[in-house]
């Protein structure tokens, strides 16, 4: 028909948003921001441990998007006995091989890293125990022991008899 002036489409009211619950309505943990140093209270395991929100860069790599502590990635704290450290970092220095100290399991003993033909050479023996000399251990020295030879004495700061003072580069 006809137009008569009255619609029944304005009879009802326009709702341009329809209800929504809230956020804590649904989701009743507090969420935690994760790039925050200190927290104000004692969370809930839930609370503490939820999967983070938001959106993601999708032009970081995995890598540039891991977790990080540190400049260089992820850094934790460890208790190493500083004589043990001390040791394989000399031995591995003098040596060329070291134990591997993150092998903290003994059932699958001490994991070996660096060269084993040194190692076995040098019979496995860190720089703390009795191993045998090798040409290089102990170099002779220009001898003066004088101090009354003004001009010749050379004391503890005498050359090694195979130093070079002076290289030239060879061609």
Do not use: C
């Not at 290089?136 to 030879?149: G, I, Q, V």
């Amino acid at each position: 028909g006809k137009f008569t002036g009255k619609s029944n489409v304005l009879d009802y009211s326009v709702v341009a948003a329809p209800t929504v619950t809230l956020n804590a309505a649904m989701d009743s943990r507090r969420h935690l921001d994760p790039s925050a140093a200190e927290v104000k209270y004692n969370p809930k395991y839930e609370e503490l441990y939820a999967p983070e929100f938001g959106p993601k860069n999708p032009f970081k790599t995995q890598q540039q998007s891991a977790k990080k502590n540190h400049l260089a990635g992820y850094v934790e704290q460890a208790h190493v006995n500083e004589f043990q450290f001390e040791t394989q970092r000399r031995t591995f220095s003098s040596f060329k091989f070291a134990y591997d100290p993150s092998s903290l399991d003994s059932s699958e003993g001490d994991k070996m890293i660096g060269d084993k033909e040194a190692a076995a050479e040098a019979e496995f023996k860190t720089v703390f125990e009795d191993n045998k000399q090798r040409p290089l251990d102990k170099r002779k020295r220009e001898k003066n022991r004088d101090p009354s030879d003004i001009e010749g004495y050379l004391g503890p700061w005498a050359k090694y008899k195979d130093e070079e003072t002076v290289s030239k580069p060879t061609e």
